[in-house]
């Protein structure tokens, strides 16, 4: 009887998860962790994740996909912020690289020219060129976009501008 209820609970479990996996694409650590949250031992919430793997519930590479996606196109993130948040999902380093590879690199330069266009439009009351341009280049820096580049995009547009 106690097996019965054991896979019932798990059952319960299992389903529970994937409604939680279909609003949103899931990590599978997210996934694990609500997995314990909901009272499973480690050992039973492998069992369900690898379950919900195996019925594509969960799929690490499409929630990479998903989410360098949607954190550049809609957070305005650069590479370094995204990974970062990655690893904070236990997602490999190897699948973090090949979900920033997709990318596309015009995209990602034009992405910095409009965050350096839109910090460098909010500083008009700004007089020192140099205070604006540290200002506009730390902004630009936080949000996960590569120093070098910020600098070298930046230098392009104050040639244009000359």
Sequence with gaps: MKSEDSGHHLQQAKNKAARYCVG???SPHQ??????LYGLE???ALIVLEALKEANFINEKRFVSAFVNDKFTFNKWGKIKISVELRKHKISLSQIEDGLNMLNPSDYDSKINELIDQKWGQ???EDFFLIKKKKTCQFVISKG????LVLLRFDEKIKHLS
């Design 24 to 26: 949103a694409e899931r």
């Design 31 to 36: 996934v694990l962790t609500k997995l314990q």
């Design 42 to 44: 480690l050992r039973e």
């Design 123 to 125: 500083l008009q009351g």
């Design 145 to 148: 976009f590569e120093s070098h």
